[in-house]
């Protein structure tokens, strides 16, 4: 079933003109019944009723809306034309917004790639682009998709560790863009049969579940921890050898191997140390 785009005739002119149909119809009664004549008086009735059955013809599309016309169950066409429109008054026209809209899912409780449950949600921005699919193709296009986003966003979650452990990885906390166009697609695939169109989806909430919160956030503590150590280490060392290389080149002191690992030793403890040192001055020599 696809779209069919159908004119329509300009509701005013039409109005207009049988608001003066009625008008001769009402005249041509009252001529009938001052001239006694049942033929007059049965025309005017009989046109009258035709006039006013037209009046179901009538129908308003507002921008960004369309009609979708259909004659005893059988698809006529799609009417888009804005204002007060006139078609054959036996079309059944159901109105359909074409304008952008979105929600916000429920947080499910789903299991991420490494089997850590988690709490996740997203929020979905769509469009009918066809109107008749959305009308012909499923049962009711607005709950097909709430229920199509949310399947989409349980089977993504799915496919993704809540966070990344190696390098060049994808999870779903750190690669926002990866995961949004993953999830995009995911949902517009579910949904093209029934002529939607899925402009953007993004997460908007994103926890582990409570049960087991509190142990996640020890290991991410604990894995920051690390990281930030290994770059202390990394920076410590360069600015050792460093030294070491300026005293020897300048000739400042001449060390031999046990003061020069002493000397290590302090300087790592020194630029290491989570607090700052506290010097000792020696006096005396340093043999």
């Known amino acids: 079933m696809k ?49 006013m059955i037209s009046f179901a013809g009538f129908y308003m599309v507002e921008p960004n809306q369309a009609a979708v016309l259909s004659l005893f169950g059988k698809y006529i066409g799609t009417a888009k034309d804005q204002g007060l429109r006139w078609n054959n008054p036996f079309f ?16 499910l409780k789903v299991n991420d790639l490494e089997g850590n449950p988690i709490e996740i949600g997203a929020v979905i921005v769509w469009q009918v682009v066809d109107s008749a699919e959305a009308v012909y193709n499923v049962d009711d296009f607005e709950s097909f ?9 349980r089977a993504m979650a799915t496919s993704y560790p809540y966070d990344q ?23 517009h695939d579910r949904l093209a049969t029934a002529g939607i169109n899925v402009v953007e989806a993004r997460i908007s909430h994103l926890a582990y579940a409570p049960e087991i919160a509190q142990a996640m956030l ?39 191997p046990e003061r020069r690992a002493a000397m290590v030793s302090n300087l790592l403890v020194v630029l290491c140390g989570e607090r700052g040192t506290q010097p000792i001055v020696n006096a005396g020599s340093i043999y």
């Open 92 to 107: 059944g026209a159901r109105k359909i917004s074409l304008r952008v809209r979105n929600f916000e899912s429920s947080k």
């Open 165 to 187: 452990h190696d390098e060049g990885k994808v999870s779903l906390r750190s690669h926002a863009a990866e995961i949004s166009k993953h999830l995009t697609d995911e949902i």
């Open 3 to 51: 779209e069919n785009p159908l004119r329509s005739q300009s509701g005013i002119p039409i109005l207009l003109l049988i608001l003066g149909a009625l008008v001769a119809c009402v005249l041509l009664m009252v001529l009938g019944v001052r001239s006694q004549s049942a033929g007059l008086v049965i025309l005017g009735l009989f046109s009258g009723l035709l006039l």
């Open 145 to 153: 998709v709430h229920i199509q986003s949310e399947a989409a966003l």
């Open 218 to 256: 020890q290991r991410q503590q604990a894995t920051a921890i690390i990281a930030a150590r290994t770059k202390i280490v990394e920076g410590a060392v360069s600015m050792v050898e460093m030294a070491l290389d300026e005293l020897s080149k300048r000739k400042v002191v001449e060390l031999d």
